[in-house]
Structure formats: structure tokens, C-alpha cells
Antibody, heavy 122, light 107 residues
Framework: QVQLVQSGAEVKKPGASVKVSCKAS????????MHWVRQAPGQGLEWMGI????????SYAQKFQGRVTMTRDTSTSTVYMELSSLRSEDTAVYYC???????????????WGQGTLVTVSS | DIQMTQSPSSLSASVGDRVTITCRAS??????LAWYQQKPGKVPKLLIY???TLQSGVPSRFSGSGSGTDFTLTISSLQPEDVATYYC?????????FGQGTKVEIK
């Protein structure tokens, strides 16, 4: 069965960086794109970007350009999201989420990680 | 970037009521539109994709329609377990924007 298991909660100070991991299992890792989506407390879902685990290409939301980096390690079937220059407004639950369509980024999300709470506080 | 605007932002309805949520895209997106349900403390769940295709296992009281810029999610007979926030998402081209969400409560 498809599973996306994310790393644990993080507490960071303003200005620091955070790197969240998402380990995939139960399917061919390189065949399905992966999104990163975040949700601030009591707020809606916010799309951050997408990575192609096969070639490593990425597309980021304009809001996060220059601050976010998405990478992958095919040897461990893991994708990573690193967000730098953290501020209090970045406090949120961060999700990895798999695109449902085979080798195609234009598909809905069918599986989500459990979420990683990142708290930014001095 | 294409913006996705949902309405209303919240609604309260009685059990058995028909509930309709709308999602409008700032530019045409054909039928590249999904609807998700998120219950409190849970991850989102895919309900509908391609604007009107019901995801496997989703109750038939949920339906979707629309194409281009205007889309709707309908719950034909609201049930207590449908209390949740509902999000639309476009998934074509280079951005995968979500609507701001519609919170559905029982009156």
C-alpha cells in the first residue's frame, strides 16, 4: 500500500532553515510527481511546489521562489523540502502529497503524508 | 497566476439538505479541477477529479460539475459525517492552486 511518512515536528528560530523529509513506499517512487503543501493553524491549504522524482525538476509557487528548495534521493525513495529565512508566518503543518497520474504532473492528489508541524518562534 | 475563488467561505445546513459550493477560476482551466474534503485534524481526502469524476469509495451523494472557469460541488443530502472543510484545486499547467476553502457545518 502507498505510504508517505514524513519527519517529525521541528521548532526553529526566525531566520533559520528547516528541512522536512517524506519517505515513499508501496509504489515506484520515480513514476509519480510529488507536491509540497502547507497549512497554517486554522487556515487553508497552500501549494508550495512540485518535484519530479525521476529527473529532479521542480516548479515552485512564486511566493516561495528563492526560499524553498525541493530535492529527492532515489536511493531511499525520499523527497525533501527545505525552507530558508524562516519567519513566524511560516509556522504551519507541511505535507508531501503524491500526484495520482503516472508520469504526469497534471493530476489530482491521491495520497498525503501525515504532516510535519514546523513552529517558528524566538 | 490563475486564482481559485470559492464561495461561500462557510455555510450551515440541516441534515438532509442539498448543499452547493462553487469554485471560480480566474482563467479557463478546462476540467482540470479536483475537490478535497478535510475533516478536523485529518489530511485532505480526494472526492472528485476531472471536475465531475467521483473518486472510488466516495459516497454518491457527492457530485461535481463545470468546465472552463465555473465549477460546483454538490452534496445531495447532507449527513453529519460531511462536516468538514472543502477545497477545490486546479491541477493543470505550472501552478496547482487551491481555493480558500468552504467550511460546512450542521445547523
Amino acid at each position: 500500500q502507498v505510504q508517505l511518512v514524513q519527519s517529525g515536528a521541528e521548532v526553529k528560530k526566525p531566520g533559520a532553515s528547516v528541512k522536512v523529509s517524506c519517505k515513499a513506499s508501496g509504489y515506484t517512487f520515480t513514476s509519480y510527481y510529488m507536491h509540497w503543501v502547507r497549512q497554517a493553524p486554522g487556515q487553508g491549504l497552500e501549494w508550495m511546489g512540485i518535484i519530479n522524482p525521476s529527473g529532479g525538476s521542480t516548479s515552485y509557487a512564486q511566493k516561495f521562489q528563492g526560499r524553498v528548495t525541493m530535492t529527492r534521493d532515489t536511493s531511499t525513495s525520499t523527497v525533501y523540502m527545505e525552507l530558508s529565512s524562516l519567519r513566524s508566518e511560516d509556522t504551519a503543518v507541511y505535507y508531501c502529497a503524491r500526484v495520482s497520474t503516472y508520469y504526469d504532473s497534471s493530476g489530482p492528489i491521491d495520497y498525503w503524508g501525515q504532516g510535519t508541524l514546523v513552529t517558528v518562534s524566538s | 497566476d490563475i486564482q481559485m475563488t470559492q464561495s461561500p467561505s462557510s455555510l450551515s445546513a440541516s441534515v438532509g439538505d442539498r448543499v452547493t459550493i462553487t469554485c471560480r477560476a480566474s482563467q479557463g482551466i478546462s476540467n482540470y479541477l479536483a475537490w478535497y474534503q478535510q475533516k478536523p485534524g485529518k489530511v485532505p481526502k480526494l472526492l472528485i477529479y476531472a471536475a465531475s469524476t467521483l473518486q472510488s469509495g466516495v459516497p454518491s451523494r457527492f457530485s461535481g460539475s463545470g468546465s472552463g472557469t465555473d465549477f460546483t460541488l454538490t452534496i445531495s443530502s447532507l449527513q453529519p459525517e460531511d462536516v468538514a472543510t472543502y477545497y477545490c484545486q486546479k491541477y493543470n499547467s505550472a501552478t496547482w492552486t487551491f481555493g480558500q476553502g468552504t467550511k460546512v457545518e450542521i445547523k
